[in-house]
């Protein structure tokens, strides 16, 4: 299976600590989108890569979280000193050109829970 | 008011049944995209849409660009049909898609 896929899948960890999510996006694919999603909403953009270059970052986006892509392939997002509000589902999507033209293939998310 | 707008919030329905999911959007937009959700998370792109109709197997996606709103649109429905079906808007130039806030949809057999 070629499609997007994020590591891990799930991830439990302690207030306070940092964690780092990953994300290979469809490797033909230049433009890489970060989002959360709580329960029952619809998902939060967070940021948003074209090769290796982060090119927008929500104001949600605190300074707790960081995204890199350094080599435009893989990506990682790190949370450091998670806090509670920061569980949530995060979703990893990338496509070819822009969501005017183009279909975003999403992977299968990181839950994340802070306990 | 949000920018993209979905009716119903929660849809429950009987196998069999002809099922219609609204969105309406108050921007301008160059594309249309309607995905799934289910239980678990993956998301999955259904269509992408700039005008007309589209139809994939039991699926249709109608938009009417003058009115500002899509249809999604599911025959025969059955079980399996049952998850989150989300629209969100692309604008030219945007490197975000504007989302709704999902319908749930429940079918039972």
């Known amino acids: 299976d070629t499609g997007v896929s994020q590591n891990p899948r799930h991830k439990i960890t302690k207030r306070g600590q940092n964690v780092t999510f990953r994300c290979d996006p469809i490797s033909e694919h230049n433009r890489l989108y970060w989002y959360r999603q709580t329960l029952g909403q619809g998902p939060e953009f967070l940021t948003y890569?074209?090769?290796?270059?982060?090119?927008?970052k929500s104001r949600l986006l605190s300074d707790r979280f960081s995204a890199e892509r350094p080599k435009g392939s893989f990506s990682t997002l790190e949370i450091q000193r998670t806090e509670q509000g920061d569980s949530a589902m995060y979703l990893c999507a990338s496509s070819t050109r822009l969501p005017s033209t183009d279909t975003q293939y999403f992977g299968p998310g990181t839950r994340l829970t802070v306990l | 008011k949000n920018e993209v707008e979905q009716s119903p919030q929660n849809l429950t329905a009987q196998e069999g049944e002809f099922i219609t999911i609204n969105c309406s959007y108050s921007?301008?937009?160059?594309?249309l995209h309607w995905l799934q959700q289910h239980p678990g998370g993956g998301i999955v792109s259904l269509f992408m849409l700039s005008s007309g109709k589209k139809k994939h197997g039991r699926l249709i996606a109608t938009i009417n660009i003058q009115e500002k709103h899509s249809s999604l649109h599911i025959t025969a429905s059955h079980p399996r049909d049952s998850a989150v079906y989300i629209c969100?808007?692309?604008?030219?130039?945007?490197?975000?898609?504007?989302w709704g806030a999902g319908t749930k949809l429940i079918i039972k057999p």
């Open positions: 890569f074209q090769n290796e270059a982060q090119l927008e």
């Open positions: 969100a808007v692309g604008q030219n130039s945007n490197y975000q898609l504007i």
């Open positions: 921007v301008g937009i160059s594309a």
